[in-house]
């Protein structure tokens, strides 16, 4: 049962065998594997409880049910919007289901730079395919790709660029699109439909609406959680203790090197909070003659790899996605305001997304704000990485007209650039992708406890624990050592699954 | 827009006033705390209060000033008790700074660009010069602060089914929220 503490009254104290805080990618799959391999498991969630009843496709409804700070998390200088799940399943709920495994060149990356050997694809097998049964990873069919996702690959193709249908987590999907405001049908995969009630149906207790807001040890070993009861809107209710010899902290890379900052914890190595990657991605929109609502069906299933080769060179690179959005999230994606804006919002129907998700080097990093509700994320990308993000908007453009489309609308703050087929598109390189000029997001932060076999410069070790205190376990994308470069959904949950068996194995 | 109207220059001077204004008002580059005080939701379980309120409509119908006589006017929608709504629903850790910000809105014209009339007294063209300012101000506070009403703004007025007609969006599978029994 998942008990909304919202729902009932008085503080929270309980005692259990391991204390996992977040459900989401990494936290549902740890206690559903914990709970199954007989420990006794308390999750905490600080969002709500929300299911398919509650999907209610409405942008201004579930934007500030299914996000941290209602979709409009940034960056303290505001260049980023960094969009995160806060609600029982995670990001999991709003993700857009892409499902790979991590490149092989990244975890020799992660083996040899990182003091990380034993994290080879045959190690990390058994993990995968757990998880891959068990979210149901399937080959996305060819009737399943929409209008969008076909327009895109017809310019790709046409480019002779290299790309391909991806693979998903859907079951069931009847192509609905409104895979961001959470799936009203449940064919999304999430953790939510999968992991949570496995979770469940193994004993462990699931409470929503339980910020954790410290985490304490003695002697060098993890010993209890103290939280608090918290509204829809943040405010405090009731207090939760949470009695445990085993913490697993799955909270985000966001919350979750905040916590331990909060904590005072698991910080030797000065790196909580630091080495913050967010691969960043910026969007061109391109508009056809006609209406392709391109909102409807699946909205990402092809997938431009040209611009990455991690083979040969496991640092950089830049992959291409197809995007789309509803009124709300694109008007505010759209310059302007007054007529200039509904010019290019008019045709909101023939609009079209491309965006450059790009595998970055830059680090910023996450300190603590006021609240726990409002951490501190700063971010600046190195020349390097924007001259790469600022040479995928000409690929980008190419690949919309190719496509078919007549116009495309780079979308500058200030004086938008609008283009025509035939047009010079190294314009776009020139002007290029500048913090504050242009729309940049991250659906991906990670690395803020990162992994390695050094305790002087990471913060856990190969199985997730943190160097400093025993028994504490980090198992979200806080632990990647670098950028992953390709969507982090099912390498999160796969090495929480190891975190797990690893705990497990203990004893 | 009226983009042919000069931008009000913000001074140094001018900025710094206001900025003594607001001690706190920097706080809203990240929409971040603000005294509780300035949080507490007003009468009738409303976010914004009646003087709030009535400065919000006037910027928000500036924002979506769609030109388009097919598209609902701002007035005749539920834009800005939806934007009420939201506010109310988040954690004032968020949007505590948000009635501050449009107090600075209104008074701005005074305060900072020596005018002698508040945002609400100015014409539609001059408020839309105003709110250009605003959006290229080179003190990012003034941008951030910008954004966050123009944003707020698209979400009222982007969630009323009237508007979606006018931009082609089909709208919900769903028949209607929390359709599901």
């Given at each position: 049962?998942?008990?909304?503490?919202?729902?009932?009254?008085?503080d929270?104290?309980?005692?259990?065998?391991?204390?996992?805080?977040?459900?989401?990618?990494?936290?549902?799959?740890?206690?559903?594997?914990?709970?199954?391999?007989?420990?006794?498991?308390?999750?905490?969630?600080?969002?709500?409880?929300?299911?398919?009843?509650?999907?209610?496709?409405?942008?201004?409804?579930?934007?500030?049910?299914?996000?941290e700070?209602?979709g409009?998390?940034?960056?303290?200088?505001?260049?980023?919007?960094v969009?995160?799940?806060?609600?029982?399943?995670?990001?999991?709920?709003h993700?857009?289901?892409?499902?790979?495994?991590?490149?092989?060149?990244?975890?020799?990356?992660?083996?040899?730079?990182?003091?990380?050997?034993?994290?080879?694809?045959?190690?990390?097998?058994?993990?995968?395919?757990?998880?891959?049964?068990?979210?149901?990873v399937?080959?996305?069919?060819?009737?399943?790709?929409?209008?969008?996702?076909?327009?895109?690959?017809?310019?790709?193709?046409?480019?002779?660029?290299?790309?391909?249908?991806?693979?998903?987590?859907?079951?069931?999907?009847?192509?609905?699109?409104?895979?961001?405001?959470?799936?009203?049908?449940?064919a999304?995969?999430s953790?939510?439909?999968?992991?949570?009630?496995?979770?469940?149906?193994?004993?462990?207790?699931?409470?929503?609406?339980?910020?954790?807001?410290?985490?304490?040890?003695?002697?060098?070993?993890?010993?209890?959680?103290?939280?608090?009861?918290?509204?829809?809107?943040?405010?405090?209710?009731?207090?939760?203790?949470?009695?445990?010899?085993?913490?697993?902290?799955?909270?985000?890379?966001?919350?979750?090197?905040?916590?331990?900052?909060?904590?005072?914890?698991?910080?030797?190595?000065?790196?909580?909070?630091?080495?913050?990657?967010?691969?960043?991605?910026?969007?061109?929109?391109?508009?056809?003659?006609?209406?392709i609502h391109?909102?409807?069906?699946?909205?990402?299933?092809?997938?431009i790899?040209e611009?990455?080769?991690?083979?040969?060179?496991?640092?950089?690179?830049?992959?291409?996605?197809?995007?789309?959005?509803?009124p709300?999230?694109?008007?505010?994606?759209?310059?302007?305001?007054?007529?200039?804006?509904?010019?290019?919002?008019?045709?909101?129907?023939?609009?079209?997304?491309?965006?450059?998700?790009?595998?970055?080097?830059?680090?910023?990093?996450?300190?603590?704000?006021?609240?726990?509700?409002?951490?501190?994320?700063?971010?600046?990308?190195?020349?390097e990485?924007r001259?790469?993000?600022?040479?995928s908007?000409?690929h980008?453009?190419?690949?919309?007209?190719?496509?078919?489309?007549?116009?495309?609308?780079?979308?500058?703050?200030?004086?938008?650039?609008?283009?025509?087929?035939?047009?010079?598109?190294?314009?776009?390189?020139?002007?290029?992708?500048?913090?504050?000029?242009?729309?940049?997001?991250?659906?991906?932060?990670?690395?803020?406890?990162?992994?390695?076999?050094?305790?002087?410069?990471?913060?856990?070790?190969?199985?997730?624990?943190?160097?400093?205190?025993?028994?504490l376990?980090?198992?979200?994308?806080?632990?990647?050592?670098?950028?992953?470069?390709?969507?982090?959904?099912?390498?999160?949950?796969?090495?929480?699954?190891?975190?797990?068996?690893?705990?497990?194995?203990?004893? | 827009?009226?983009?042919?109207?000069?931008?009000?220059?913000?001074?140094?001077?001018?900025?710094?006033?206001?900025?003594?204004?607001?001690?706190?008002?920097?706080?809203?580059?990240?929409?971040?705390?603000?005294?509780?005080?300035?949080a507490?939701?007003?009468?009738?379980?409303?976010?914004?209060d009646?003087?709030?309120?009535?400065?919000?409509?006037?910027?928000?119908?500036?924002?979506?000033?769609?030109?388009?006589?097919?598209?609902?006017?701002?007035?005749?929608?539920?834009?800005?008790?939806?934007?009420?709504?939201?506010?109310?629903?988040?954690?004032?850790?968020?949007?505590?700074?948000?009635?501050?910000?449009?107090?600075?809105?209104?008074?701005?014209?005074?305060?900072?660009?020596?005018?002698?009339?508040?945002?609400?007294?100015?014409s539609?063209?001059?408020?839309?010069?105003?709110?250009?300012?605003?959006?290229?101000?080179?003190?990012?506070?003034?941008?951030?602060?910008?954004?966050?009403?123009?944003?707020?703004?698209?979400?009222?007025?982007?969630?009323?089914?009237?508007?979606?007609?006018?931009?082609?969006?089909?709208?919900?599978?769903?028949?209607?929220?929390?359709?599901?029994?």
């Amino acid at each position: 049962m998942i008990v909304k503490l919202l729902e009932r009254s008085g503080d929270l104290e309980v005692r259990a065998d391991v204390c996992v805080i977040g459900s989401g990618a990494g936290g549902a799959v740890a206690a559903a594997e914990l709970a199954a391999g007989g420990r006794s498991v308390v999750l905490l969630e600080q969002g709500h409880h929300w299911t398919k009843q509650d999907f209610t496709q409405r942008e201004d409804q579930m934007l500030p049910r299914l996000f941290e700070e209602a979709g409009m998390r940034q960056t303290v200088d505001g260049a980023y919007t960094v969009l995160q799940g806060r609600n029982v399943g995670g990001s999991t709920v709003h993700n857009l289901c892409y499902a790979f495994r991590a490149p092989d060149p990244i975890l020799r990356v992660w083996r040899e730079e990182h003091g990380l050997p034993d994290l080879t694809p045959e190690a990390l097998a058994p993990s995968y395919e757990r998880v891959e049964k068990t979210l149901k990873v399937k080959q996305i069919l060819e009737a399943e790709v929409n209008g969008l996702n076909r327009m895109i690959r017809t310019g790709a193709e046409k480019l002779g660029y290299s790309g391909f249908v991806t693979k998903h987590n859907r079951e069931g999907c009847i192509g609905a699109g409104y895979c961001i405001l959470g799936c009203s049908y449940d064919a999304k995969q999430s953790m939510l439909v999968t992991y949570v009630p496995r979770a469940d149906a193994a004993g462990a207790q699931i409470f929503a609406n339980a910020r954790a807001e410290r985490i304490e040890a003695e002697g060098g070993r993890v010993r209890r959680v103290l939280g608090r009861v918290v509204d829809h809107d943040g405010s405090a209710r009731g207090t939760i203790e949470v009695k445990a010899p085993v913490v697993v902290l799955s909270a985000g890379a966001v919350a979750s090197p905040d916590l331990l900052l909060r904590s005072g914890l698991a910080n030797s190595s000065g790196q909580v909070g630091r080495n913050l990657h967010l691969h960043p991605s910026v969007m061109l929109a391109g508009y056809l003659d006609e209406p392709i609502h391109a909102y409807r069906g699946i909205p990402q299933s092809y997938y431009i790899d040209e611009f990455i080769d991690l083979e040969k060179d496991p640092h950089r690179g830049y992959v291409l996605m197809p995007i789309t959005g509803f009124p709300i999230l694109t008007s505010a994606n759209i310059p302007g305001f007054g007529r200039d804006h509904f010019r290019r919002m008019r045709d909101f129907s023939k609009m079209v997304g491309l965006l450059a998700l790009l595998h970055d080097r830059s680090r910023g990093q996450v300190v603590s704000g006021d609240s726990p509700a409002k951490p501190k994320i700063t971010y600046r990308m190195e020349e390097e990485d924007r001259r790469q993000l600022s040479a995928s908007l000409v690929h980008i453009a190419k690949v919309l007209f190719a496509g078919g489309a007549s116009r495309v609308v780079a979308p500058y703050w200030k004086d938008p650039l609008e283009l025509r087929p035939g047009d010079d598109l190294s314009v776009l390189e020139r002007r290029g992708v500048r913090e504050g000029e242009i729309a940049l997001a991250s659906t991906h932060p990670q690395s803020t406890c990162k992994m390695g076999g050094d305790p002087a410069t990471s913060v856990v070790n190969g199985f997730g624990e943190t160097h400093d205190v025993r028994g504490l376990f980090v198992a979200d994308m806080s632990v990647f050592p670098t950028s992953l470069g390709a969507p982090p959904q099912i390498t999160t949950a796969a090495l929480a699954d190891r975190t797990a068996h690893h705990i497990l194995s203990r004893g | 827009m009226h983009p042919q109207l000069p931008l009000p220059r913000t001074t140094r001077r001018g900025f710094l006033q206001l900025a003594a204004a607001s001690a706190s008002f920097g706080a809203l580059a990240g929409l971040r705390a603000l005294p509780a005080v300035a949080a507490e939701p007003a009468a009738l379980g409303t976010f914004f209060d009646a003087r709030q309120t009535g400065i919000l409509a006037q910027i928000a119908e500036r924002m979506i000033d769609t030109g388009d006589p097919a598209m609902p006017r701002l007035r005749d929608t539920g834009a800005i008790a939806a934007i009420d709504r939201t506010c109310r629903a988040l954690d004032p850790a968020l949007t505590g700074l948000l009635p501050v910000a449009l107090l600075l809105f209104e008074w701005g014209p005074i305060v900072l660009d020596w005018r002698i009339r508040r945002f609400t007294q100015l014409s539609d063209a001059e408020k839309d010069a105003y709110l250009a300012g605003w959006m290229n101000s080179r003190f990012e506070v003034r941008r951030m602060a910008f954004f966050a009403l123009r944003n707020l703004s698209f979400l009222g007025y982007y969630s009323q089914d009237a508007t979606w007609p006018g931009i082609g969006y089909a709208g919900p599978l769903l028949a209607a929220p929390g359709a599901f029994s």
